[in-house]
């Protein structure tokens, strides 16, 4: 089978920079201290910090239902703001999770200094863009417009506290960056049992979260067996199985227009970018493995990834 060398080059700056977003992948930027001058143009557009959590809201009686749809609306919608005020004192705790992600991956993008400590007024210019990565970057932006105003110091106080809240919950995505954190460690049967139970959830955005978990099992496995370990045929494989299981992965999705802004490719969805960067051998295995973990997700037999 091909190697996926060409593939881990060509994505290299891509993965950096979508790092840098990415929840449970990151380290926060510094805070500004509260005492710190603001701008005397900034207001702030709605309380964000909160010192205890509110008295829990209604359960959803769906659970999966509801996290796909909580990820599709933070894939498609054009204000993140919105969504963080709507999410972020939920009861499950995806809603907390993509409220999160949102106000996290709006103050990253928006940031301009590196202290941290103000916000860009208007989308940052990228050298030798074309044109439809100059529209991501701006419709990025826009979807992030309503954190502009608010203080970048309550801001940053806002995600240490629900990071803390939800790096303490039970949800499935904090499950499976668990699991891989586990098997870095060495924890082998704590870090299955966390990755089959993530797995049984059926939930896309945490079985997308599993990709570095398997990743590590193929890298283990093909060093035990003598063969190369470059490839991550179970890695893209997983992401993709996660887009088949209801996770919004289309061009126009936001974790796509991040893809595009970075790397081109504007019009490709996750599956159509994975074909366009590997050879054609590489990508029928991936299909294919692609295919069995479908199957397996949806019959709960796990057999395929070395689960009972």
């Given at each position: 089978m091909a190697s996926l060398k060409p593939l881990m080059l060509a994505l290299a700056v891509i993965a950096i920079a979508m790092s840098a977003f990415f929840f449970f992948r990151i380290e926060h930027a510094p805070v500004a201290p509260v005492g710190q001058p603001r701008d005397t143009h900034q207001k702030a557009t709605a309380a964000i910090v909160h010192p205890t959590m509110p008295a829990p809201l209604q359960q959803p009686q769906d659970r999966l239902a509801f996290a796909i749809k909580v990820s599709g609306e933070f894939q498609s919608t054009r204000d993140l703001h919105a969504l963080y005020m709507k999410f972020r004192d939920g009861a499950d705790p995806n809603a907390r999770y993509f409220a999160l992600r949102a106000i996290d991956f709006c103050a990253r993008f928006l940031v301009r200094s590196s202290s941290g400590a103000a916000f860009s007024t208007a989308p940052e210019l990228l050298r030798g863009a074309t044109d439809q990565q100059d529209l991501a970057n701006r419709q990025l932006y826009a979807r992030c417009a309503g954190f502009r105003n608010v203080p970048p110091s309550e801001i940053w106080a806002s995600i240490r506290h629900l990071k803390t809240v939800v790096a303490n919950e039970s949800s499935n995505i904090a499950i499976?960056?668990?699991?891989?954190?586990?098997?870095?460690?060495?924890?082998?049967?704590?870090?299955a049992s966390l990755a089959s139970s993530v797995l049984r959830s059926r939930e896309p955005d945490a079985i997308a979260e599993l990709e570095h978990y398997l990743q590590?099992?193929?890298?283990?496995?093909?060093?035990?067996?003598?063969?190369?370990?470059?490839?991550?045929?179970?890695?893209?494989?997983?992401?993709?199985?996660?887009?088949?299981?209801?996770?919004?992965?289309?061009?126009?999705?936001?974790?796509?227009?991040?893809?595009?802004?970075?790397?081109?490719?504007?019009?490709?969805?996750?599956?159509?970018?994975?074909?366009?960067?590997?050879?054609?051998?590489?990508?029928?295995?991936?299909?294919?493995?692609?295919?069995?973990?479908?199957?397996?997700?949806?019959?709960?037999?796990?057999?395929v990834f070395g689960f009972d």
């Open positions: 499976a960056a668990k699991a891989s954190d586990l098997l870095s460690m060495n924890k082998l049967e704590q870090a590590e099992v193929q890298d283990t496995r093909s060093k035990a067996s003598g063969q190369s370990s470059d490839n991550n045929i179970d890695g893209l494989a997983i992401r993709l199985a996660a887009c088949e299981l209801g996770k919004d992965c289309s061009s126009t999705a936001l974790e796509q227009q991040l893809l595009c802004m970075y790397g081109g490719g504007c019009d490709d969805s996750l599956a159509q970018r994975t074909a366009r960067a590997l050879p054609e051998s590489a990508m029928l295995e991936v299909l294919r493995r692609r295919d069995d973990f479908v199957l397996a997700i949806k019959t709960g037999k796990l057999g």
